[in-house]
Structure formats: C-alpha cells, structure tokens
C-alpha cells in the first residue's frame, strides 16, 4: 500500500490550489514588492516567455527575504531606494532548480525524489478536458511545495504503519548540523546564513551561552515582513531582531533603536527607506477596502499571513506523527529537538520526513 500511494499522480495534490500569477521576469525589484503585497503570499512566481504568443516558463520565486538579503548587501546599504529600481534578476536566487516543471501524471514518488535533490516548488499544469493543445500560462498551473506533500502523506499515514509511532531518533531523523547565532549577537553577522537557510527551507536557531534554544530567525518568518526590516538587520543583535519581526509588529521602542543605531552609523539611506516605508505604510492604511483586495497591510506586515519567530520544539523521543502534526499545524519548514532543560540538538525538517518515507517505498520495493 505505500508503495501505491507513492505512486499516486501529482495532481491528486492540485485539488483547490489557485492557480499561479504572472510576475514577468522583466520587472524591477520595487515591481516585485508590489505584487508581492498586492497577492498576500509570502511568494510569488517569476514567469519568462521566449517568443510572443508562445508558452510561459516559470523560471523563479521571490519572497520578501530576497528583497531584505538584496537591500542588505554592501553597495545597496547607502542607497537601497536606487537599489529597488534594479531589474528583478539581481535578486532572483541563483541556484539552479528551485522551481521545476512536472506533467500531471508525474508520479508522487519521483516528485519527493526532485525535493529531496533541492526542489522547493513544483510546477503543476491544471487539468484540463478539452483535448485541444491550451497555451501555458501561469494561470494553467499550480505549485506544490514541500508541506503539501507532507500533508498528503499524512492523511495516508495508516498505510505506513507501524512507521508512524517510531521516535525521530530511532529513524534517525535529528540532523545536528545546524544553524545557530548567538541572542546577543549582530543580526547583520548572519546575513549568509539567512540565506542559507533560506535556500535550504530551514531557519537558524538563536540560543543563549548554554546552547539553550531562545527562539528562531526564520525565513518564513521574514518573508511575511516588508523592505524596511532591511533596516532592523542592519542594526539590531538577533534577539532584538527576532522580537522585531515576531508577528510583523514591532515596537516602538525597537522602532526608535533601529532609527538611532542608523544615525548613529551613518545609514542616512537605510533611515531614508524606514521613513519611506512609515509614510506609504501610513498611506495605504486611508485606502479603501476595495482598494487594497485582500492583500491589506496592517502595520509593517500582512496580518493575514504574519508568523510568529518563537520556535516549535519536539524531543528526540517524539514521535514521527507527532512532529509532522507540529510542523503541519504550525506551518514550519523545521521542528526544533531539545532536551528538557532545552538544550539544543538539532532539528527535524519536512525534507528529513520525506526522505523516512521515500526509504520505506525503496525498502517495500525490494520485497
């Protein structure tokens, strides 16, 4: 029975997913913002079409951590407004497979297969009956990403059974090598790790000097934020920053640290895309309703969507079903594992979930 659920055609997942918007890959970084706020998801995908009238290539996604890891770098820091007029291929990942093109009959097993070799979103053609040839465009396909599979296979978890009940160690699950900072330490120290853990679908773990776990920096967490966090990065220790980006509503005391560490340092470019920010944001809050869709802002994030930065843990005696319920009910690329004195060592990622069920389907196989 494993075996045949792995078997299963890709689109069996697509039921009730919308289908993708256009972002052209020709827009600007600041055009990718907009849309970014305008759609209310944390990511929007990047569409190319190599002759006109022809089929479209999704060749990308963005999400605001791009936009922030962007404006953070080095030539960007004095002048990040010029930087937003930059065209949106300078903050496009460069990492190649991120986003792949599968056929509806795509089989589940080899899509966990792409995942597991670095895919994060698949490309998925909506179904249609007409036996005619239908032009692709974004609105012809979905995406499936790492937690809608994990969410398939436990609504099949019965079929794995006795696998569920086993503890993450004894599947050897944990994966202690890990990201960490410091809670006193520079947000801006761990900019290549934001984006590590960004490609790598994971967060990084902000401890105290006895390794205990504090809380996280996720991704997930700052692509729910806005450009000016840019800002709070720049200037802010990770504790700080993780109480700045929790739930997109910082305070104001934490506002005016960020704005006094950027006179202090002479960031008078970062403080100029701060007070942008405050007055479009400021702006944007007299509209109308129908005006701003769905996608409303509230404060410096989109409430619909905000997340929290304090981590979800789970201990090396957990079981397979229990951590998959936390990540899927918290909606988190990781779980933490620590000890009771919360000690941290290690995590259990959905990839790591994936690849337990992919070993099964390959050991059935051999039977």
């Known amino acids: 029975m494993a075996v045949s659920i792995l078997a299963r055609e890709v689109s069996d997942l697509c039921l009730g997913k919308p289908p993708l918007r256009l972002l052209p890959a020709t827009s600007t970084v600041a055009e990718s913002i907009t849309e970014l706020k305008r759609s209310g998801e944390s990511y929007v995908s990047v569409w190319s079409c190599e002759s006109a009238g022809g089929d479209y290539i999704c060749v990308g996604k963005i999400c605001m951590v791009d936009v922030i890891c962007y404006l953070c770098k080095e030539e960007n820091i004095v002048r990040p407004l010029a930087a937003l007029r930059s065209p949106l291929s300078e903050i496009l990942p460069k990492v190649s497979g991120i986003v792949r093109h599968l056929e509806a009959n795509t089989s589940l097993l080899e899509a966990i297969d792409y995942i597991l070799d670095g895919t994060q979103n698949l490309i998925v053609p909506v179904q249609n009956n007409s036996r005619k040839r239908v032009l692709r465009k ?29 503890t993450i160690e004894s599947l050897n699950m944990i994966d202690g090598d890990i990201m960490t900072v410091h809670y006193d330490s520079p947000a801006s120290s ?42 709070a990065v720049m200037t802010l220790s990770a504790g700080d920053l993780m109480a700045y980006i929790d739930c997109g509503n910082p305070s104001e005391e934490l506002i005016q640290l960020v704005k006094s560490e950027l006179q202090t340092r002479e960031l008078a470019g970062m403080l100029e895309l701060l007070e942008e920010f405050s007055i479009s944001s400021s702006s944007s809050s007299c509209s109308s309703d129908e005006e701003l869709g769905s996608a409303r802002y509230s404060g410096s994030n989109r409430s619909s969507i905000a997340r929290r930065s304090e981590a979800i843990i789970c201990y090396p005696w ?36 994936l690849k337990v069920f992919r070993s099964i389907a390959a050991s059935r196989l051999k039977q």
């Open 138 to 166: 974004p609105s012809s396909f979905c995406w499936l990403t790492q937690e809608d599979v994990v969410r398939f296979l436990l609504n099949c978890i019965g079929v794995f059974s006795p696998v569920q009940t086993f």
């Open 318 to 353: 957990s079981s397979l079903m229990a951590v998959m319920i936390q990540a899927l009910t918290h909606r988190v690329n990781c779980v933490w594992v620590v000890e009771e004195d919360f000690s941290l060592v290690g995590n259990v990622t959905l990839a790591g979930m």
């Open 190 to 231: 761990i900019l290549s790790l934001i984006s590590q853990s960004h490609i790598e679908q994971s967060s990084i773990a902000v401890i105290d000097q006895e390794n205990r776990l504090i809380g996280e920096i996720s991704p997930l967490t700052l692509a729910c934020c806005n450009e000016a966090t840019a800002a």
